[in-house]
């Protein structure tokens, strides 16, 4: 069964600062790694999919890089502002099943 | 992508009763999904709402409870029945809609649900 662990729980950095949020995951038999922005109260917004066969994916100042050999994906925010505080979710996709998400990393970017 | 909105995008309602809460696609889609995401948590998937038959529910939710109707490829209900205070969360539908070989889901706005 996969399991999706984000570290760390919560993240908070001044402005300007670049970060990286990191997901890992444990079966390595996935068909794509999706990294989702959700404010507080509200529904996902899709940030990035990266398929199986892709190593990263970016847009604007975001990059997601996936290691399916270690498990592993992060989220690079380059030049952090304060409207990038969100809570950010990994999600890992089979195929045939739903996505499986991780806690989330909660991050603050202080003014 | 997909446009998904859902009714109603809130609601405090009382012990004992229940809601229904709706998701419409602004396109046909193959898979639609309801997740619960508890306050502080993170999303735990309730069910696959399958169209022309019964929901598929994951482990520790049942119909009984959260009845799901899927009468065609745009449009889905979950009702939360007998409510508790327990049951107080955002409700969010998703789609795939399978167009590739890789799951690439979409969220609508969510339901947040308060019980008194």
């Known amino acids: 069964k996969q399991e999706v662990t984000q570290i760390p729980a919560a993240l908070s950095v001044p402005e300007g600062e670049n970060l990286v949020l990191n997901c890992s995951f444990t079966d390595s038999a996935i068909y794509n790694l999706q990294w989702f922005r959700q404010d507080p109260g509200k529904g996902l917004t899709s940030l990035l999919l990266i398929q199986s066969s892709q190593r990263e994916q970016t847009s604007g100042r975001l990059n997601a890089s996936l290691d399916k050999s270690s498990g592993r994906s992060t989220l690079y925010i380059a030049a952090s502002q304060p409207g990038d505080s969100a809570t950010y979710l990994c999600a890992a996709g089979s195929g045939n099943t739903p996505l499986v998400f991780g806690k989330g990393t909660r991050l603050s970017v202080i003014a | 992508s997909a446009v998904i909105s859902q009714k109603p995008s809130r609601d405090i309602c009382q012990r004992g009763t229940s809601l229904t809460i709706q998701c419409q696609v602004d396109?046909?889609?193959?898979?639609m999904f309801w997740y619960r995401q508890q306050p502080g948590q993170s999303l735990t998937l309730i069910a696959t709402?399958?169209?022309?038959?019964?929901?598929?529910?994951e482990s520790g939710f049942v119909i009984d409870k959260f009845p799901i109707s899927r009468p065609n490829l745009t449009f889905s209900t979950l009702t939360v029945s007998n409510m508790s205070p327990e049951d107080s969360s955002i409700y969010l539908c998703s789609v795939d809609k399978r167009e590739r070989r890789y799951n690439e889901q979409f969220f609508g706005p969510g339901t947040r649900l308060t019980v008194l």
């Open positions: 396109s046909q889609v193959t898979m």
């Open positions: 709402a399958n169209q022309g038959s019964e929901a598929t529910y």
